[in-house]
């Protein structure tokens, strides 16, 4: 199995080069001059600075088209950079750094401040509580999308897929997992796209307009590893005991495959670990279909009820 596994690595390295323009690096949107009130932006395991696109029109519904995002970025979590070069100790403490230093400049320069985390990036947010200046936290309100429970059991998929295409990178486990429709009886999180519709609207997304995914066959793939997963998480959970105690509004996508069909109540008990008194919006979908535009503006019109 070593010659295919050789051929998932070379289509997922190239794929990092012609789908680079679908979830980019770009890391500032908007005019800082016209706005006193700042958007920043922490990405999810794997995800990067462009996924906030995503977001702009559901942002600029209830904050005008003049707004200023700034996103974390390093350059050690392009999107040129392979997955299982991302996650050791050295980049993730640059992480948390950044994020503090980013939030110290923005206090500098607004009057309030809004963090969107997606995903598992709100335990690299967490990560940094401690480092934040108090008086970043006076002006903040955070909105964690789609998110990201503290531990991911290993599933067969794994133990299938690792014995066709795996490998070992760093002592972690790498291996790829297909996308397709038909697979969400098996995976909920396996979708290609997504036909939306909202009232008069209709539109059909696709998961690359979000993710990084390559070609193999007739079939778009993805690595991903349990153990990196849960030790990037652990290591982060272990930085700071403080609670978060600035505005929080959760969205939870009930449908996510990453919580095993656990219940609301298992899944509020994770967040009130780390946000004592959260606003939790649940919406019955999967984790990457969560971050549609109606579920978005829904967390943000929350967030200004606050």
């Known amino acids: 199995m070593a010659a295919l596994t050789e051929c998932f690595k070379n289509r997922y390295l190239a794929s990092l080069n012609y789908y680079k323009s679908f979830y980019d690096d770009l890391s500032e949107y908007g005019n800082p001059a ?44 392009s999107a040129k950079t392979p997955v299982w070069e991302k996650f050791t100790k050295e980049n993730i403490e640059q992480k948390h750094k950044a994020i503090a230093q980013d939030l110290s400049e923005l206090d500098e320069h607004f009057r309030t401040i809004t963090i969107i985390v997606n995903s598992s990036g709100f335990y690299d947010f967490k990560a940094s509580y401690d480092q934040i200046p108090e008086t970043v936290k006076a002006k903040s309100q955070l909105a964690w999308i789609a998110c990201a429970p503290d531990w991911m059991e290993q599933s067969a998929w794994e133990n299938f897929f690792y014995k066709i295409n795996g490998f070992k990178h760093n002592n972690y486990p790498w291996f790829a997992y297909p996308n397709h429709n038909a697979l969400m009886v098996i995976n909920k999180e396996c979708s290609a796209t997504k036909r939306w519709h909202h009232g008069p609207q209709k539109k059909t997304f696709f998961k690359t307009d979000l993710e990084s995914r390559f ?32 505005p929080t509004v959760v969205l939870v996508a009930e449908k996510d495959g990453y919580w095993w069909g656990n219940s609301r109540e298992v899944i509020a008990g994770v967040i009130q670990k780390y946000i004592p008194r959260p606003k939790i919006l649940y919406k019955p979908t999967t984790h990457l279909w969560v971050t549609v535009p109606e579920h978005l503006s829904a967390t943000l019109e929350c967030l200004q009820r606050n």
């Open 34 to 77: 016209n706005t006193d009130h700042a958007f920043y932006f922490i990405p999810g395991y794997n995800g990067v600075p462009g996924q906030i696109r995503f977001a702009l029109p559901s942002i600029a519904r209830y904050y005008g088209s003049d707004i200023y995002i700034r996103c974390l970025h390093l350059e050690a979590f």
């Open 215 to 246: 070609h193999f066959g007739k079939l778009l793939w993805d690595y991903f590893s349990f153990p990196s997963y849960n030790w990037m998480i652990q290591h982060n959970v272990n930085k700071s005991s403080s609670p978060i105690e600035i």
